[in-house]
């Protein structure tokens, strides 16, 4: 079976961190980038970074520019989210998702894969 699974999320301060983990399994992520996406209560779902398979170019929303780092370690077929310095505005769902070659954070739609989110609050 081909999925995606979030964990990492959770309650933090404003100001702390979280690491997010998206773990695939059933297939490899070589050859797929991998987003992070998030959505707010009421809100749209909102591209917050990339990162593409071939040269591990990043990217990322404004918002979160300085504040969020995305890695990959393809050994071990997880992406990771370091997201530092929250923000109560921060608050969201967190999802990952897989789509192949390039990294596409404004079109949602094109991911083939999705993982089933994690709730990540910040609020003092």
């Known amino acids: 079976q081909l999925q995606l699974v979030e964990s990492g999320g959770g309650l933090v301060q404003p100001g702390g961190s979280l690491r997010l983990s998206c773990a695939a399994s059933?297939?490899?992520?070589?050859?797929?980038?991998i987003g992070w996406f998030r959505q707010a209560p009421g809100k749209e779902r909102e591209g917050v970074s990339c990162?593409?398979?071939?040269?591990?170019?990043?990217y990322y929303v404004d918002s979160v520019k300085g504040r969020f780092t995305i890695t990959r370690d393809n050994a071990k077929n997880t992406v990771y989210l370091q997201m530092d310095s929250l923000k109560p505005e921060d608050t969201a769902v967190y999802y990952c998702?897989?789509?192949?070659?390039?990294?596409?954070?404004?079109?949602?739609?094109?991911?083939?894969?999705w993982g089933q989110g994690t709730q990540v609050t910040v609020s003092s």
């Open positions: 059933g297939f490899t992520l070589d050859y797929y980038a």
């Open positions: 998702a897989a789509v192949q070659l390039m990294c596409v954070m404004d079109r949602p739609f094109e991911y083939d894969y």
């Open positions: 990162i593409s398979p071939s040269d591990g170019s990043t």
